[in-house]
């Protein structure tokens, strides 16, 4: 039976909106709201939160304060970028003896407080299947390419593109085996987890996301959250 691990990659510092997965949202902090969907999900044998080394303790704290009764959450210190973040927390599931070819990690924003319960479920019989999935929605606004950014330099057909949202979810030890299998230059050019698998030819199975996904980026954002909020979703 495999092991699934929930990780919230916290370990952001926002340029615009400073650490926003503390930033309240219906009187709880966005985080809170995120780590909620994973603590009422049966199948993680652990939720793994990873955030800057001077956020760890009031990280805690706060879980403490409005999650009480949840078990098996660790607070981790997240890395310098956000794949070096994800190695963090596969890093600490090999410490602890449990990292084999079936561990499973549902990597997951944690400013992304409307992921439901079929898209993590999704994710986590995909990755078992696959060994890598990317949560997307369709594309519903023309991309436009600019490869200097004042002029189109391409624009691709619609009906092929989709819009990137997480979870992301892997085969936790074969993304650690691909990630250290990549150059230096590779490396660099990375954005997201999914581009590891992708960058070594590894096939990646798209899990249907969901318009209200929504990641918490801009201060509009928080009133859309806001509105949703009162939806229930």
Not at 212 to 220: A, H, L
């Amino acid at each position: 039976m495999s092991d699934v691990y929930g990780v919230i990659l916290a370990g952001g510092i926002g340029a615009r909106m400073g650490n926003k997965q503390f930033l309240e949202l219906g009187g709880r902090p966005i985080l809170i709201h995120t780590l909620e969907k994973f603590v009422l999900h049966p199948g993680f044998q652990g939720i793994l939160v990873l955030t800057p080394q001077a956020w760890m303790s009031y990280t805690r704290d706060i879980i403490h304060r409005y999650l009480p009764s949840a078990e098996g959450i660790e607070v981790l210190q997240g890395g310098e970028t956000r794949n070096e973040t994800v190695m963090n927390a596969i890093r600490y599931i090999e410490k602890t003896g449990r990292l084999t070819d079936e561990t499973i990690i549902v990597t997951h924003d944690s400013v992304r407080p409307f992921v439901t319960h079929r898209i993590i479920e999704e994710n986590i019989q995909a990755a078992k299947r696959c060994g890598a999935c990317d949560t997307v929605i369709p594309a519903t606004d023309t991309i436009v390419e600019s490869r200097e950014g004042g002029c189109i330099t391409s624009i691709p057909n619609r009906s092929y593109m989709y819009q990137g949202q997480t979870p992301q979810s892997f085969a936790a030890k074969k993304l650690k085996d691909t990630y250290e299998a990549l150059s230096g230059q590779e490396r660099e050019i990375l954005t997201d987890a999914c581009k590891i698998m992708v960058l070594q030819g590894e096939k990646v199975e798209l899990v249907q996301g969901e318009v209200f996904n929504i990641k918490i980026t801009y201060p509009y954002d928080v009133t859309v959250a806001q509105a949703l909020l009162g939806m229930e979703i």
